[in-house]
């Protein structure tokens, strides 16, 4: 069965908007079952965890299931699903409890293409302690993160690697299993920041070798959150600063006060509605998901294919996101135009893609755009072809140039003039 965008759209209120939206690299739409399960949440009786009244078993089972269900999208054990504000504090507050057992002769690899979220709370927490922080660059060129860039900044002192499984700003994606083989065999811990990879293809944390995994639910149709999950036998062997009254079970020693479970309801629903969207019915909600990401990929990658041919149908562009594995994430610079000139034209005709460097700060001084950055383009699992036809167009109004004709709609092979 092919993937049905015009369903997913039809759950998502805030498209009735009418904007052609590409800026869910920032933050995807919420479905309405998502909506629905938030509200339910706190409709409800709630109060702190427990099994006496309602409201504590309300509780409860809020947060097993959403557990339950980020284990499943991440191929993680529940036991090692860690709840937080943001995938920024996850890391700030993970980065911390590693330093307790770092010191000066230690080393720590950061990577110049990843978010600033994932570099800033390694180096602080390194400096904390007088640690040495090491950078793994990339091809500008290319776009790609190898195993050799990791390989001549590891040393017998490294303690940690952190790397992105795929950029926000390009969209590459490094080969995190062959990263993870030569840090393991190095001796070091692997933290990967999955938030921009995980709204494009299934994670599976065995699989990647990540010691830590972070992720964000807003990026895949959920709630404002941050998602943790490692090996609960690592997580047992951590001490992380907490109350003294509160638990020190894992993975409940590394939330700080009480969970949103509202937003943690929310978050099980989008898991559970990505896995509805799989073109078969039966399974387990993990071999749905699967399913799932698998038909989004095909479908995301088949507008890119549109995208691109477009792009360079108008001449003028230059788009940045070269790697050869990439999610549909492009950034572009255009010919004596700023960015942020090019997103303002786009946002007043309908077509809301943002400029910036969108907190990947490293990675666009490393492509030679400053602080600036450019216009990135990044589809979702609710992008339509009708959504690539008004890009194209407004992007022709904006270079002044004719509009693109005969342009190939890889999903569906027709063949459209953009009006």
């Known amino acids: 069965m092919a993937f049905d965008v015009d369903a997913v759209r039809a759950q998502i209120p805030a498209l009735k908007s009418g904007s052609a939206r590409f800026d869910a690299p920032g933050g995807t739409q919420t479905p309405q079952p998502v909506i ?21 078993r309300n509780a409860e089972a809020i947060v097993a299931g959403a557990r339950r269900a980020l284990a499943d999208l991440l191929g993680a054990d529940p036991r090692g699903i860690v709840f937080g504000r943001s995938a920024t504090q996850l890391t700030y507050d993970l980065s911390r409890t590693l330093a307790k057992n770092w010191g000066p002769g230690d080393e720590v690899v950061v990577s110049r293409l990843d978010h ?51 950029s926000n700003l390009i969209g590459t994606r490094p080969d995190i299993p062959a990263v993870a083989d030569l840090v393991h065999r190095a001796g070091s811990l692997l933290h990967v ?66 969970l949103p479970y509202e937003l943690l309801a929310g978050a ?46 108008l001449g003028g562009i230059t788009v940045h996101s070269r790697a050869a594995r990439r999610t549909p994430t492009l950034l572009l610079t255009l010919a004596d135009h700023s960015a942020t000139a090019a997103s303002q034209y786009l946002a007043e005709h309908g077509v809301d ?12 001084r490393r492509l030679g755009l400053g602080d600036e950055g450019g216009l990135r383009i990044g589809l979702a699992p609710y992008s339509s072809d009708d959504d690539v036809d008004r890009l194209l167009d407004a992007l022709s109004g904006f270079l002044g140039t004719p509009p693109v004709t005969g342009c190939t709609d890889g999903a569906q092979g027709r063949t459209g003039t953009h009006r």
Not at 36 to 56: F, V, W
Not at 141 to 161: D, F, K, Y
Not at 246 to 254: I, K, Y
Request: charged share 20%; with cysteine; glycine share 8%.
């Open 353 to 364: 893609a943002p400029a910036g460097s969108f907190y990947a700060l490293e990675a666009s």
């Open 193 to 258: 920041d999955a938030v921009h990879y995980a709204s494009h293809a299934a994670v599976d944390l065995p699989g990647l070798g990540a010691d830590f995994l972070v992720c964000s639910p807003y990026k895949f149709l959920g709630p404002h959150l941050g998602v943790l999950a490692g090996r609960p036998e690592m997580l047992e062997t951590l001490r992380p600063d907490k109350l003294l009254p509160s638990t020190d079970a894992v993975p409940e020693r590394f939330e700080l006060g009480t």
């Open 268 to 313: 099980r629903a989008a898991v559970d509605f990505l896995a509805g969207l799989a073109p078969v019915a039966d399974g387990t909600r993990r071999e749905r998901l699967i399913a799932t990401f698998a038909a989004i990929e095909a479908h995301e990658d088949a507008l890119r294919a549109r995208i691109e041919q477009g792009l360079a149908a």
């Open 36 to 56: 629905d399960a938030l509200m339910d949440a706190l409709a409800n009786p709630l109060a702190n965890r427990g099994r006496t009244t309602e409201g504590e």
């Open 116 to 166: 600033d979220a994932n570099i800033r709370p390694w180096i602080q927490a390194a400096e904390a302690v007088g640690a040495t922080v090491r950078w793994a660059d990339f091809d500008a060129a290319t776009g790609e993160l190898t195993t050799e860039h990791i390989a001549r900044v590891l040393s017998g002192h490294t303690r940690l690697v952190a790397v992105t499984a795929a």
